[in-house]
């Protein structure tokens, strides 16, 4: 992409001569910047990519079909209910410059592309592929008579008794449809009996029924017991619908599925009882506003014109399926015992140090240590809180939970650190969204155990992920600190790639004592010693070290910044990297999902490459790093450069202050993620993203895989 000379003019910015001043306004314009939900729909892209990609294994292009729909179905729930809500009203038009209806309309024609692809893949490639291996999914039609009458007394014993045919009638309004779950509507011409015939006022010729197939039935019903053949149990129940309603047929039945709003709505302001509050939005969020429509290809206009109509929906929030409703489901054939169509298991290593007879405490007093998951063991840290929970020195243990999960032993730990006496306090993020039940069950069980629970602040988000554990060391009180990027969920953890520092760093266990006063008693800070806090000072002192770059390069000083984020869609940030770019400092961007800003434009971005790392595992660590005239500076921690992250969640990015871990980031993370030439795809300047692949001659390298190298991960953490 190249600018007219009105374009250039209109970024407005002074004489390059003038080395003092280079400021830049950034217009609301598609020509800057990307639409965020865009943005992001182009990284489900990317996950579908790795589904179609033939050289992975059957099961693996399985789970990313599985996930790209699970992908799709939160973005409903959340950003295209939140861009319907807003048609008819007048709002701020998005920093890119399109109105709410200009976006629905685009995703609207980007997704059915990619569902269709996500079809074809599924329908034509990875099930048949699969059935030469063993794992069918076959018609009902297909099964000889013994396998029918088998499963047809499977359906009797097991399915119909908890089936309930719901019609619609005069006297049966249109039920409720609960989001998510999978139905079969059918039309029917029942026979009433003249005695129930002659007390109701009026009878239709047909009326629509709907089944509800309840979500804890096994979607995948195997053929016989232990058997790697299946069929799907709404066409199984559709076999045997006359069982339910002798007038219907099993050609007559239609999948549907609706998508609702669950992005609830608190008034924080006005809660008494944030826990309590929380429940009652949880019960509400069930009769959220239908956002979606999905139906089987089957289905009759007339029959989707029905249910259009009575979810008052409009046409465009429809989607015709040519395959299964709800791919999300196919995850439980993932998890079945076949290592040869799955990836080989990541090797796991434990750094020597936390192999010898020392104390974790012991340990870290000695070093800081810095640990990086999948490719470290969890275990790690929930080593350090039992440890903790066990020692009788220490005397206090201070957490911030986010999403933890619900067989974490995290929690259990705290428990019991609470019964032994020690002061332990949990902040639990109650608004950690699709987490809130799990998290509400955890603080319940966390107060009735007698730990001092709080839910953070009216008004923000507290996604750090802090821990803070003093021990009494002779007449010494020392603070302990794990400062990390992931969540302290060890399920994930095996998942996610994420970063942790353990240090007893003086200053830095100040500010996380304050920062755990200002959670719990909103005691003021305006700014902290070493620790990047959101939102007390953590957007200028990420915007400092681009400055700082800027002025170095129009210096001449070499100028250097890289950050690897989830996202990046602050403005404000973005206006930064311009400027820094087109003063001359080099950018590279790792960002694995949305990504606002318009790289290698000539005269605004030609200095700045994005690209983004999709893979077996999601790439969840946060890293910042500045070249600083020499003197580097590297942080990790919880938050993206999103305005959400800077001002409205509690935020905590730690600096890298030992050279060998700040090395470590630097050459061997960050290294490898710009050398990937596997998993790493290109942005490119029109928004469409190029897969970077191994020139001739050139080695493939996974960075993900390049991690389970043994000698990297922990020699960086040798006490040598």
Known sequence: MTFTAR??????????????????????????????ELSLIEFFRRVLDEALDRTQPLLERLKFLSIFSSNLDEFFMIRVSGLKEELGYEVEVSPDG????????????????????????????VLPKLAKHGIEIVSYDSLADKERQSLREYFKSKIYPILTPQAVDPSHPFPYISGSSLNLGLMVKPKVNRRVARALYKIHDTIFMRIKIPPFAKRFVPVKKDSTKFVLIEELIA?????????????????FRITRDADIELREAEAEDLLEMMEQNLRQRRFGDAVRLEVSKTMPDKMINYLTESLELINEDVYVIDGPITVKDFMDLYKLN???????PLRVHRAPIFNSDKSVFDIIKHQDVLLHH??????????FIREATEDPDVLAIKMCL???????????????????????????????????????????????????????LLGLKTHCKTTLIVRREGDVLRRYMHLATGNYNPETSAVYTDLGLLTVDEEIGADATELFNFLTAYSERDDFRKLLVAPINLRERMLEPIGRETANAREGK?????AKVNRLADTEIIRALYEASQAGAKIDLIARGICMLRPNVPLLSENINVRSIVGRLLEHSRIYYFANDGAEEVYIGSSDWMPRNLDRRVEVITPIQDFRLKQYLKDEVLGAYLSDNVKARQLMPDGSYKRISAVDGETPFNSQLAFQNYSNVVRFNSNE
């Open 98 to 125: 399109m109105m709410p209806a200009e976006q629905l309309k685009e995703i609207r024609v980007r997704l059915l592309e990619m569902i269709d692809v996500q079809m074809r893949c599924l329908r034509e490639d």
């Open 402 to 456: 986010y999403r933890t999960g619900a067989d974490s032993p995290i929690p259990p730990l705290l428990i019991e650190a609470s019964e032994r006496g020690k002061q332990v306090t949990v902040l639990i993020e109650l608004k950690a969204r699709f987490d809130e039940e799990n998290n509400i069950e955890w603080a319940k069980r966390l107060e009735r155990a007698g730990v001092h629970v709080i839910y953070g």
């Open 7 to 36: 374009q250039i003019q209109s970024i407005e910015r002074h004489d390059a001569d003038d080395k003092s001043t280079f400021p830049l306004r950034l217009p609301r314009s598609s020509e800057f910047l990307f639409n965020r």
């Open 558 to 562: 070499p100028a250097r910044i890289i």
């Open 239 to 255: 076999a045997n619908v006359q069982l339910l309603v002798p007038e219907a047929k099993p050609e007559a039945c239609h999948l």
């Open 374 to 383: 999948p490719y470290m063991p969890y275990s790690i840290v929930t080593d």
């Open 338 to 344: 076949r290592p040869d169509l799955k990836d080989k």
